[in-house]
């Protein structure tokens, strides 16, 4: 998610081809050929390539399984300046069937107190070896649902936060399903200042939302909108998405209309896709209710000119703003940034996980925490940091990291020599049918190509001659 919360709860992937790197990927065809679908024209030949989400650089598929934990203390320690929290919350009321978060049920009371001991000690343990200097901006709170733990122990993480580290100010953010949002949230949403928040929503439709195991009346989000908006949260965000079973165009716009509506500050639009070899709990979904990808890539154009239409401006390739908030000045700016969060205007270079499965981002290393809860207990109690898979960043990454994040948030970017003549080939095509323009070493994303953003970004990875998972580009 591009907005300050957990990770996406739509994570979907797809096999990706194993694919030569300096290979033309793209059949030969008529440069002015596709259709047009509001204000994107559908080239179905630049889309068919699977790619990566690009939350970080190496991907995730290149983390490898190794004790982490020397290269955490290592890296914790030389941290100074701001920094960013991560809080992952593993469970859920409900499991929707739709999810690809590492969550689990939140149905037994003795899993949930055990988890939490281990994330307030987990705190301990990183505040004690973070680098004297370093400072807390902002801290966000993802799942899973953090709402599946009570308000009483979301305060007490707050506590603990407080305690352990030294916060200069920090923004709050939380990640909420508004199925569980009992009236105690809101007090406690305000009294610990949370300004930021995002919404589960996925659809208004009863049809589309019993065919993904997420009933909730339109009545649950209004009223989390006012009881959010009555505790001080000035930025709401609706996390909607198309590709649906028995979703259409007319079912999105009458969804994305209900949404528009209650106003959110932001909104992000994603797309499903249905790998139930992946993720089991997806046999639950009708794979023949579910459109193909011509109906998706319309209900994408549909819904990105209709949020466009009602005054939301685009940020990145799936998620829009309204002009006060402060992901569309940071875009403005040019300070957007992505990181595992997503799109975000936060402006600290580092990122630290906490909780299982999280990851922790920071120049030159990127570090994920054990992902299974008990395993991840297990760590904690034994005082060690959990982390179990990542990479050491080399130079190389680096550098590719920074112009993978400036092309897909700035939709510019200065490329060097080398890389530029590498992707020229691949990059033709893109450029050939106005999505793309080069000029000089200046690389150029245009209006109208969102939808090919990560497929022009896989050009500058230089990991992707390998066979791995990962999602469709719409």
Not at 97 to 120: D, E, I, M, Q
Not at 177 to 193: E, H, N, Y
């Amino acid at each position: 998610m591009s907005h300050d919360a957990g990770p996406a709860a739509q994570i979907t992937t797809a096999i990706a081809p194993n694919t030569p790197p300096n290979a033309s990927r793209f059949p030969a065809s008529n440069a002015g050929s596709g259709e047009r679908f509001a204000d994107w024209i559908w080239y179905p030949e630049l889309l068919a390539r699977p790619v990566p989400r690009y939350t970080s650089y190496p991907t995730a598929a290149e983390f490898a399984d190794a004790p982490m934990e020397e290269a955490q203390r290592a890296g914790l320690a030389a941290l100074s300046g701001p920094v960013s929290l991560y809080l992952h919350i593993p469970y859920c009321q409900e499991i929707c069937w739709y999810c690809g978060c590492n969550t689990g049920a939140a149905n037994r009371g003795s899993r949930l107190s055990g988890y939490l001991s281990a994330l307030h000690r987990e705190i301990e343990l990183v505040a004690r070896a973070i680098g004297p200097d370093a400072r807390v901006t902002r801290i966000a709170f993802g799942g899973g649902s953090p709402n599946a733990i009570s308000p009483t122990d979301f305060v007490r993480l707050i506590d603990t936060l407080t305690l352990n580290f030294q916060l200069n100010r920090p923004v709050l953010s939380v990640e909420l399903d508004p199925r569980s949002l009992i009236p105690q949230w809101f007090t406690a949403l305000r009294g610990v200042g949370v300004i930021k928040a995002s919404l589960g929503v996925q659809t208004f439709d009863p049809r589309v939302q019993a065919a993904i195991g997420r009933v909730q009346p339109e009545a649950d989000i209004a009223r989390a909108m006012d009881g959010l908006r009555a505790a001080g949260v000035d930025s709401i965000n609706f996390d909607m998405m198309y590709g649906l079973p028995h979703q259409d165009e007319d079912v999105l716009a009458r969804s994305l209309a209900t949404a528009i509506a209650m106003k959110p500050d932001r909104m992000a639009l994603f797309g499903y896709a249905h790998v139930p070899h992946v993720i089991p709990r997806q046999r639950r979904i009708d794979a023949a209710a579910l459109p193909g990808q011509r109906a998706r890539f319309a209900m994408a154009a549909q819904g990105s000119a209709q949020l466009r239409a009602a005054g939301y401006e685009t940020i990145g390739f799936d998620h829009f703003a309204l002009p006060h908030d402060a992901m569309a000045r940071a875009r403005h700016a040019g300070t957007l940034r992505r990181n595992f969060q997503g799109f975000t205007d936060d402006a600290a270079p580092v990122l630290v996980g906490l909780g299982a499965s999280s990851v922790s981002q920071w120049p030159g290393l990127l570090v994920q925490n054990e992902k299974n809860a008990g395993r991840y207990r297990e760590a904690i109690e034994a005082g060690r940091l959990p982390g179990t898979r990542g990479v050491v960043q080399t130079a190389e990454d680096q550098r590719r990291a920074a112009l993978i994040e400036a092309l897909l948030c700035q939709e510019a970017v200065d490329l060097p020599a080398d890389i530029r003549e590498a992707i020229a080939p691949d990059l033709d095509p893109f450029i050939a049918r106005g999505l793309a323009r080069l000029e000089g070493g200046r690389l150029e994303l245009l209006p109208g190509s969102e939808p090919y953003h990560r497929s022009v970004a896989v050009l500058l990875d230089a990991y992707r001659g390998q066979g791995h998972q990962f999602s469709s580009a719409v």
